[in-house]
């Protein structure tokens, strides 16, 4: 059945004609008539009895009106409570985020987020790894250096840089001598690292002494004296500034870009919009030190 038709007919038989109906709702009036007798066409039913002066329901236009009305106002409430939820946040809102800012920004991020919006179910997923939104259903993904994603749309909200740190006690290495290096992950063909200092660039040649899966373990070895380790500069900013490890140069290689993505930009949901605000208010810069002092403070 044809929901705008039978909508129609309940406007007539609410306001008692199809006059009365146009000026209340604003539809033409030839539209209204079209409508009902494509109705009463379907149905092989005569809804209506139309006078020269008044306009009178039928007793099956008076049955489908009274079983039909109550329904369709029913309906009209729900799209509209679905409608105010689409403005106000509210419902489940399911976020893939990697490890490394799940562990050091995560928890304070998504605390907030719930204090602000008590009618959100928040849950973070913390994975390295390019999940699947459609399939695993996730409304926002955040990932480093994401590989273009022609289904995918987004913005950056957070930069880092690399740079190459050792505790105050570990000598760097001089003339080609390798330094003890800690690194992250499993065996890695990392034999040196370009940095670049305020009298040019170097290479420092590494020796791996340790491979962990976490830089938040990297950065407690080097700090613990294991080996310089290159590590982004949020992670360890606090430590530089205490002095519990000293910056051997920025490292060579790309910037590290934090990307928050979505499916769609168009009737983007009030929770996706919402916690991209939250972002946008946490970094409103998108700098490593907004990073380092979110993470310290």
């Known amino acids: 059945m044809d929901l705008l038709a039978l909508s129609d007919f309940n406007l007539v038989a609410r306001h008692g004609g199809f ?10 009036k030839a539209t209204l008539s079209r409508r009902v ?9 005569r809804l209506l009895e139309r006078g020269t002066r008044i306009l009178t329901l039928t007793e099956e236009g008076r049955a489908l009106h009274a079983r039909s009305g109550a329904l369709l106002t029913e309906l009209e409430e729900v799209a509209a409570e679905i409608a105010a939820g689409g403005r106000s946040p509210r419902g489940r809102l ?17 605390a907030g987020f719930a204090r602000r919006f008590p009618e959100v179910r928040l849950e973070v ?41 050792a505790s105050p006690g570990l000598e760097r290495g001089v003339d080609g001598a390798s330094v003890p290096a800690v690194l992250r992950g499993g065996i890695d063909p ?30 407690d070895a080097a700090r613990a004296g294991a080996g310089a380790a290159c590590l982004p500069i949020s992670l360890v900013g606090r430590d530089l500034a205490a002095g519990t490890l000293v910056h051997w140069g920025d490292a060579d290689g790309p910037e590290i870009a934090l990307w928050a993505l979505y499916p769609s930009r168009r009737l983007l949901s009030a929770r996706v919009s919402a916690f991209l605000d939250h972002l946008k208010a946490a970094f409103p810069l998108g700098t490593p030190e907004e990073l380092a002092a979110f993470i310290g403070g």
């Open 19 to 28: 006059g009365r109906a146009a000026r209340a709702t604003g539809r033409p």
């Open 37 to 45: 007798a494509e109705l009463e066409g379907r149905l092989g039913l």
């Open 94 to 110: 399911r976020i893939s985020a990697p490890l490394l800012f799940s562990q050091t920004a995560m928890g304070r991020l998504a």
């Open 125 to 165: 997923t913390t994975e390295d790894r390019a999940v699947d939104m459609v399939e695993e259903g996730y409304d926002l993904v955040i990932r480093v250096n994401p590989a273009p994603d022609e289904g995918l749309v987004g913005r950056i909200f957070l930069r880092d840089r690399l740079v190459v740190v």
């Open 190 to 219: 990392v034999t040196a690292w370009t940095v670049t200092r305020p009298s040019g660039w170097t290479r420092i040649a590494v020796e791996p002494v340790l491979h962990l899966s976490s830089l938040i373990m990297v950065r």
